[in-house]
């Protein structure tokens, strides 16, 4: 019997946040609760994106949205935060979509 973790088709077919992304971003959404502004959060992963959804209140749709998608032609790997299911913002690099993320801490408040 194989179990989940060694199953290497499992593995490579979906696209994940690596541990220093998690971090980076678990630390602003902690943030965020110390604060009173967030109450809960989602984690979706599929084959060419990873979700990670902040909400303010459990039973309302995410206030906020950062994706990681894999770009398929240039196997290039996208940031995209979306506010309160507004434009998307692109970035290239974690630290660039977290900055943002952090000034809008500021201004939920």
């Given at each position: 019997m194989l179990s989940v973790s060694s199953d290497k088709r499992f593995n490579n077919s979906?696209?994940?946040?690596?541990?220093?992304e998690l971090q980076k971003i678990l630390s602003c959404y902690s943030i965020g609760v110390s604060?009173?502004?967030?109450?809960?959060?989602?984690?979706n992963f599929n084959k060419n994106e990873a979700n990670f959804y902040m909400y303010k209140h459990a039973s309302a749709s995410p206030y906020f949205i950062l994706t990681k998608s894999n770009k398929i032609n240039k196997n290039k790997i996208l940031f995209k935060l979306q506010i309160n299911n507004a434009k998307k913002n692109i970035f290239s690099h974690i630290d660039d979509l977290l900055i943002i993320l952090k000034r809008s801490q500021f201004k939920i408040f």
């Open positions: 979906k696209l994940f946040f690596s541990k220093y604060r009173g502004s967030w109450k809960d959060y989602a984690i």
